[in-house]
Protein backbone atom coordinates (compact mmCIF):
# COMPACT_ATOMS: atom_id res chain seq x y z
CA UNK A 1 0.00 0.00 0.00
CA UNK A 2 1.30 3.51 -0.70
CA UNK A 3 0.18 6.66 1.57
CA UNK A 4 -0.96 9.45 -0.64
CA UNK A 5 2.52 11.26 -0.37
CA UNK A 6 3.89 8.10 -1.70
CA UNK A 7 1.36 7.70 -4.62
CA UNK A 8 1.97 11.69 -5.44
CA UNK A 9 5.86 11.32 -5.58
CA UNK A 10 5.91 7.64 -8.04
CA UNK A 11 2.34 8.90 -10.02
CA UNK A 12 2.93 12.55 -10.80
CA UNK A 13 -0.34 13.88 -9.44
CA UNK A 14 -0.11 16.79 -6.78
CA UNK A 15 -1.33 15.07 -3.11
CA UNK A 16 -4.25 18.44 -4.04
CA UNK A 17 -4.81 16.59 -7.30
CA UNK A 18 -5.15 12.64 -6.17
CA UNK A 19 -8.23 14.43 -3.45
CA UNK A 20 -9.66 15.87 -6.44
CA UNK A 21 -9.63 12.81 -8.22
CA UNK A 22 -10.96 10.57 -5.20
CA UNK A 23 -14.15 13.13 -4.79
CA UNK A 24 -14.93 13.13 -8.11
CA UNK A 25 -14.41 9.15 -8.23
CA UNK A 26 -11.77 8.57 -10.97
CA UNK A 27 -9.19 6.98 -8.86
CA UNK A 28 -10.30 5.97 -5.66
CA UNK A 29 -8.04 5.00 -2.68
CA UNK A 30 -7.96 1.42 -1.67
CA UNK A 31 -8.69 1.98 1.70
CA UNK A 32 -9.32 5.22 3.86
CA UNK A 33 -8.15 5.27 7.52
CA UNK A 34 -11.71 6.00 8.97
CA UNK A 35 -10.25 7.98 12.12
CA UNK A 36 -7.60 9.89 10.72
CA UNK A 37 -9.06 10.18 6.79
CA UNK A 38 -5.43 9.13 5.70
CA UNK A 39 -5.76 7.70 1.98
CA UNK A 40 -4.35 4.61 0.81
CA UNK A 41 -3.35 3.09 -2.64
CA UNK A 42 -2.95 -0.41 -3.58
CA UNK A 43 -0.26 -1.61 -5.83
CA UNK A 44 -2.20 -1.85 -9.11
CA UNK A 45 -3.04 1.78 -8.76
CA UNK A 46 0.27 3.38 -10.14
CA UNK A 47 -0.22 2.25 -13.21
CA UNK A 48 -3.90 3.94 -13.23
CA UNK A 49 -2.66 6.92 -11.13
CA UNK A 50 0.57 7.51 -13.78
CA UNK A 51 -2.23 6.95 -17.05
CA UNK A 52 -3.96 9.47 -15.82
CA UNK A 53 -1.34 11.81 -14.88
CA UNK A 54 -0.55 11.27 -18.78
CA UNK A 55 -4.28 11.97 -19.72
CA UNK A 56 -4.83 15.12 -17.90
CA UNK A 57 -1.33 16.34 -19.71
CA UNK A 58 -2.54 16.02 -23.12
CA UNK A 59 -5.61 17.80 -21.91
CA UNK A 60 -8.27 15.06 -22.06
CA UNK A 61 -11.28 15.99 -20.35
CA UNK A 62 -12.13 14.46 -17.04
CA UNK A 63 -14.99 12.51 -18.45
CA UNK A 64 -13.18 10.85 -21.19
CA UNK A 65 -10.49 9.65 -18.89
CA UNK A 66 -13.04 8.41 -16.05
CA UNK A 67 -14.34 6.27 -19.30
CA UNK A 68 -10.71 5.19 -19.99
CA UNK A 69 -9.62 4.38 -16.81
CA UNK A 70 -12.68 2.21 -16.61
CA UNK A 71 -11.77 0.83 -20.06
CA UNK A 72 -8.15 0.15 -18.98
CA UNK A 73 -9.25 -1.79 -15.92
CA UNK A 74 -11.29 -3.95 -17.85
CA UNK A 75 -9.64 -4.38 -20.73
CA UNK A 76 -11.90 -3.03 -22.77
CA UNK A 77 -8.88 -1.72 -25.59
CA UNK A 78 -11.17 -0.76 -28.23
CA UNK A 79 -13.14 1.75 -25.84
CA UNK A 80 -9.90 2.62 -24.57
CA UNK A 81 -8.83 3.21 -28.10
CA UNK A 82 -11.82 5.13 -29.56
CA UNK A 83 -11.50 7.55 -26.83
CA UNK A 84 -7.79 8.33 -27.78
CA UNK A 85 -8.65 8.98 -31.37
CA UNK A 86 -11.30 11.14 -30.65
CA UNK A 87 -8.84 13.25 -28.15
CA UNK A 88 -6.63 13.22 -30.64
CA UNK A 89 -8.74 14.72 -33.53
CA UNK A 90 -9.82 17.42 -30.65
CA UNK A 91 -6.72 18.44 -30.50
CA UNK A 92 -5.54 18.66 -33.99
CA UNK A 93 -8.83 20.74 -35.09
CA UNK A 94 -7.56 23.16 -31.91
CA UNK A 95 -4.03 23.16 -33.34
CA UNK A 96 -5.08 24.01 -36.77
CA UNK A 97 -7.72 26.79 -35.51
CA UNK A 98 -4.80 28.16 -33.60
CA UNK A 99 -2.18 28.31 -36.64
CA UNK A 100 -5.35 30.07 -38.47
CA UNK A 101 -5.89 32.74 -36.05
CA UNK A 102 -1.70 33.06 -35.28
CA UNK A 103 -1.62 33.73 -38.82
CA UNK A 104 -4.10 36.62 -38.56
CA UNK A 105 -2.10 37.99 -36.05
CA UNK A 106 1.07 37.88 -37.56
CA UNK A 107 -0.33 39.86 -40.45
CA UNK A 108 -2.18 42.33 -37.97
CA UNK A 109 1.15 43.02 -36.54
CA UNK A 110 3.07 43.66 -40.03
CA UNK A 111 0.99 46.42 -40.66
CA UNK A 112 1.43 48.21 -37.17
CA UNK A 113 4.31 50.69 -36.14
CA UNK A 114 5.56 50.50 -32.45
CA UNK A 115 5.14 54.16 -31.12
CA UNK A 116 8.24 53.70 -28.52
CA UNK A 117 11.00 52.45 -31.08
CA UNK A 118 12.39 55.79 -31.85
CA UNK A 119 12.82 56.74 -28.52
CA UNK A 120 15.79 54.03 -27.93
CA UNK A 121 17.57 56.71 -29.51
CA UNK A 122 16.52 59.55 -27.13
CA UNK A 123 19.58 61.39 -24.78
CA UNK A 124 18.62 61.11 -21.36
CA UNK A 125 20.78 61.87 -17.93
CA UNK A 126 19.02 61.66 -14.65
CA UNK A 127 19.78 61.63 -11.01
CA UNK A 128 18.30 59.04 -8.87
CA UNK A 129 18.08 58.12 -5.41
CA UNK A 130 20.39 55.03 -5.05
CA UNK A 131 18.53 53.46 -1.92
CA UNK A 132 15.74 53.60 -4.03
CA UNK A 133 16.70 52.33 -7.28
CA UNK A 134 18.16 49.37 -5.09
CA UNK A 135 15.07 48.47 -3.39
CA UNK A 136 13.17 48.77 -6.77
CA UNK A 137 14.84 46.12 -8.41
CA UNK A 138 15.29 44.26 -5.45
CA UNK A 139 11.38 43.94 -5.50
CA UNK A 140 11.36 42.88 -9.50
CA UNK A 141 14.46 40.88 -10.13
CA UNK A 142 12.43 37.65 -8.92
CA UNK A 143 10.34 37.99 -11.67
CA UNK A 144 13.04 38.41 -14.49
CA UNK A 145 12.09 35.64 -17.39
CA UNK A 146 14.78 32.75 -18.08
CA UNK A 147 13.15 31.51 -21.29
CA UNK A 148 15.39 32.11 -24.16
CA UNK A 149 12.00 32.37 -26.96
CA UNK A 150 11.37 35.07 -24.92
CA UNK A 151 14.31 37.62 -24.99
CA UNK A 152 11.90 40.23 -24.77
CA UNK A 153 11.46 39.46 -20.96
CA UNK A 154 15.19 38.61 -20.05
CA UNK A 155 15.68 41.57 -18.33
CA UNK A 156 14.89 44.86 -16.42
CA UNK A 157 12.77 47.54 -18.03
CA UNK A 158 13.44 51.16 -17.17
CA UNK A 159 10.54 53.05 -17.76
CA UNK A 160 11.39 56.75 -17.46
CA UNK A 161 8.92 59.66 -17.88
CA UNK A 162 9.34 63.15 -16.09
CA UNK A 163 10.52 62.76 -13.11
CA UNK A 164 9.50 59.21 -12.40
CA UNK A 165 11.45 56.08 -12.96
CA UNK A 166 9.29 52.36 -12.89
CA UNK A 167 11.45 49.40 -13.00
CA UNK A 168 9.15 46.38 -14.39
CA UNK A 169 9.75 43.06 -15.17
CA UNK A 170 7.73 39.84 -15.66
CA UNK A 171 8.08 36.46 -17.08
CA UNK A 172 4.60 36.01 -18.00
CA UNK A 173 3.51 34.25 -14.66
CA UNK A 174 4.00 36.81 -12.51
CA UNK A 175 4.77 40.30 -12.72
CA UNK A 176 6.88 43.17 -10.51
CA UNK A 177 7.38 47.04 -10.11
CA UNK A 178 9.36 48.91 -8.70
CA UNK A 179 9.15 52.87 -8.29
CA UNK A 180 12.40 55.26 -7.75
CA UNK A 181 11.80 59.25 -8.34
CA UNK A 182 14.33 60.93 -10.40
CA UNK A 183 15.60 64.29 -11.48
CA UNK A 184 16.92 66.80 -14.04
CA UNK A 185 15.58 64.93 -16.89
CA UNK A 186 11.45 65.67 -16.68
CA UNK A 187 11.69 64.75 -20.65
CA UNK A 188 9.20 62.41 -22.95
CA UNK A 189 8.73 58.98 -21.81
CA UNK A 190 11.70 57.11 -22.51
CA UNK A 191 11.85 52.42 -21.96
CA UNK A 192 15.16 50.73 -22.15
CA UNK A 193 14.99 46.75 -20.81
CA UNK A 194 18.36 46.08 -19.16
CA UNK A 195 19.56 42.79 -19.91
CA UNK A 196 19.20 40.92 -16.43
CA UNK A 197 23.56 40.64 -15.76
CA UNK A 198 23.68 44.09 -16.27
CA UNK A 199 20.95 45.03 -13.99
CA UNK A 200 22.87 42.91 -11.31
CA UNK A 201 25.91 45.02 -11.99
CA UNK A 202 23.81 48.17 -11.57
CA UNK A 203 22.45 46.75 -8.10
CA UNK A 204 26.29 45.87 -7.09
CA UNK A 205 27.24 49.42 -6.96
CA UNK A 206 24.08 50.63 -5.11
CA UNK A 207 25.62 50.50 -1.85
CA UNK A 208 24.94 54.07 -0.61
CA UNK A 209 23.26 57.00 0.33
CA UNK A 210 22.70 59.91 -2.03
CA UNK A 211 22.10 60.04 -5.78
CA UNK A 212 23.64 58.00 -8.71
CA UNK A 213 23.51 59.46 -12.58
CA UNK A 214 21.63 57.08 -14.80
CA UNK A 215 22.13 57.58 -18.72
CA UNK A 216 20.79 56.50 -22.05
CA UNK A 217 22.39 57.45 -24.85
CA UNK A 218 21.33 55.28 -28.30
CA UNK A 219 21.28 51.73 -27.36
CA UNK A 220 23.69 52.27 -24.05
CA UNK A 221 22.79 52.98 -21.00
CA UNK A 222 25.32 53.62 -17.92
CA UNK A 223 25.37 53.96 -14.27
CA UNK A 224 27.46 56.03 -12.30
CA UNK A 225 28.00 55.75 -8.36
CA UNK A 226 30.49 58.12 -7.47
CA UNK A 227 33.61 56.32 -9.06
CA UNK A 228 32.29 53.27 -10.22
CA UNK A 229 30.64 52.80 -13.16
CA UNK A 230 28.38 50.35 -15.05
CA UNK A 231 27.32 50.32 -18.72
CA UNK A 232 26.13 48.41 -21.56
CA UNK A 233 24.23 48.06 -24.22
CA UNK A 234 19.89 47.56 -24.06
CA UNK A 235 17.85 44.51 -25.45
CA UNK A 236 17.09 45.30 -28.82
CA UNK A 237 13.18 44.34 -28.65
CA UNK A 238 10.21 45.87 -26.89
CA UNK A 239 8.70 45.34 -24.09
CA UNK A 240 4.81 44.13 -23.31
CA UNK A 241 2.71 47.48 -22.34
CA UNK A 242 2.42 46.65 -19.05
CA UNK A 243 0.43 49.37 -17.78
CA UNK A 244 -2.85 47.76 -19.54
CA UNK A 245 -1.90 44.14 -17.52
CA UNK A 246 -1.55 46.15 -13.90
CA UNK A 247 -5.14 47.15 -14.51
CA UNK A 248 -7.04 45.37 -12.35
CA UNK A 249 -10.64 44.72 -10.95
CA UNK A 250 -11.54 46.09 -7.69
CA UNK A 251 -11.47 43.44 -4.87
CA UNK A 252 -11.01 42.65 -1.12
CA UNK A 253 -7.46 43.71 0.26
CA UNK A 254 -6.27 41.63 3.22
CA UNK A 255 -3.50 42.96 5.79
CA UNK A 256 -0.98 39.69 6.35
CA UNK A 257 2.05 39.03 8.76
CA UNK A 258 4.43 38.60 6.18
CA UNK A 259 6.41 36.16 8.82
CA UNK A 260 3.71 34.14 9.97
CA UNK A 261 2.20 34.16 6.76
CA UNK A 262 4.96 32.85 4.92
CA UNK A 263 5.28 30.01 7.31
CA UNK A 264 1.34 28.92 6.60
CA UNK A 265 2.60 28.54 3.00
CA UNK A 266 5.50 26.93 3.11
CA UNK A 267 4.09 24.33 5.81
CA UNK A 268 4.16 20.96 4.58
CA UNK A 269 1.46 18.46 4.35
CA UNK A 270 0.55 15.27 4.29
CA UNK A 271 4.77 14.65 4.66
CA UNK A 272 4.95 16.27 0.98
CA UNK A 273 5.67 19.95 -0.26
CA UNK A 274 3.31 21.27 -2.97
CA UNK A 275 3.42 23.28 -5.96
CA UNK A 276 0.58 25.17 -5.80
CA UNK A 277 -1.25 27.23 -3.09
CA UNK A 278 -4.75 27.28 -2.37
CA UNK A 279 -5.78 31.05 -0.62
CA UNK A 280 -9.13 32.65 0.60
CA UNK A 281 -10.04 35.77 2.43
CA UNK A 282 -12.89 36.43 4.33
CA UNK A 283 -15.29 39.25 5.03
CA UNK A 284 -13.00 40.43 8.19
CA UNK A 285 -9.49 40.36 5.98
CA UNK A 286 -8.55 37.23 7.46
CA UNK A 287 -6.61 34.99 4.80
CA UNK A 288 -6.60 31.14 5.36
CA UNK A 289 -4.48 28.83 3.28
CA UNK A 290 -6.32 26.01 2.44
CA UNK A 291 -5.92 22.70 2.76
CA UNK A 292 -7.85 20.80 -0.39
CA UNK A 293 -11.30 20.64 -0.11
CA UNK A 294 -11.64 23.56 2.32
CA UNK A 295 -12.88 27.00 1.46
CA UNK A 296 -15.74 28.86 -0.70
CA UNK A 297 -15.81 29.04 -4.24
CA UNK A 298 -13.93 32.11 -4.46
CA UNK A 299 -10.41 30.46 -3.46
CA UNK A 300 -7.55 31.29 -5.85
CA UNK A 301 -4.66 29.60 -6.52
CA UNK A 302 -0.79 30.59 -7.27
CA UNK A 303 2.51 29.08 -7.72
CA UNK A 304 3.46 28.53 -4.07
CA UNK A 305 7.31 29.01 -5.05
CA UNK A 306 6.18 32.32 -6.69
CA UNK A 307 4.33 33.53 -3.91
CA UNK A 308 6.91 32.68 -1.40
CA UNK A 309 9.64 34.42 -3.74
CA UNK A 310 6.92 37.95 -3.97
CA UNK A 311 6.57 37.93 -0.34
CA UNK A 312 10.50 38.28 0.04
CA UNK A 313 10.89 40.87 -2.55
CA UNK A 314 8.32 42.93 -0.72
CA UNK A 315 10.72 43.28 2.31
CA UNK A 316 8.15 44.48 4.50
CA UNK A 317 6.62 43.32 7.92
CA UNK A 318 3.36 43.89 6.71
CA UNK A 319 2.08 43.37 3.41
CA UNK A 320 -0.82 43.56 1.69
CA UNK A 321 -2.73 40.96 -0.40
CA UNK A 322 -5.47 42.10 -3.08
CA UNK A 323 -7.94 39.24 -4.21
CA UNK A 324 -10.42 40.55 -7.33
CA UNK A 325 -11.78 37.18 -8.58
CA UNK A 326 -10.32 33.47 -8.48
CA UNK A 327 -9.27 34.26 -12.49
CA UNK A 328 -7.82 37.53 -11.70
CA UNK A 329 -4.04 38.18 -10.69
CA UNK A 330 -3.17 37.96 -7.27
CA UNK A 331 -1.95 41.40 -5.94
CA UNK A 332 1.12 41.69 -3.25
CA UNK A 333 1.18 45.75 -2.12
CA UNK A 334 2.99 47.41 0.12
CA UNK A 335 1.77 49.09 2.92
CA UNK A 336 2.86 52.65 2.19
CA UNK A 337 3.23 52.90 -1.52
CA UNK A 338 0.83 51.43 -4.72
CA UNK A 339 3.90 52.41 -6.95
CA UNK A 340 5.53 49.27 -6.24
CA UNK A 341 3.59 45.87 -6.13
CA UNK A 342 3.90 42.13 -7.84
CA UNK A 343 1.14 40.26 -9.44
CA UNK A 344 0.66 36.48 -9.66
CA UNK A 345 -1.31 35.04 -12.32
CA UNK A 346 -4.00 32.36 -10.99
CA UNK A 347 -3.48 28.98 -11.53
CA UNK A 348 -6.52 27.00 -12.26
CA UNK A 349 -7.92 24.90 -9.64
CA UNK A 350 -9.93 21.49 -10.18
CA UNK A 351 -12.41 22.46 -8.27
Known amino acids: MRSIGEMAR ?34 EQLEESRLLARLRRSG ?79 AVRFAVSADPELPMLGGVLFDIEGDELRVVATDRYRMAVGHAGTAGYGGPRVQVIVPSP ?44 YRRLVRLP ?19 EDGVSHDLSVLEVAADGAVTVCTDGEGGRDRIGVNREFLLEALAAGARDELVLEFAAPTAPLAIRRTDTDEAFSLLMPVRLES
Open 198 to 241: LADAMRAVLGGDGSVLLSVEGGRVALEAGDRQVAGQCLDHDFPD
Open 10 to 43: DSGLGVSALRFYDRAGVLVPAWVDPVSGYRWYGP
Open 60 to 138: MPLADIRLVLAGWSGSDTDLVRQLLQAHLRRLERGLSDARSEFSAVRALLEHRENPMTSLRDTTLRSTVSAPGLAEALD
Open 250 to 268: EGRRALVDVAAFREAVARE
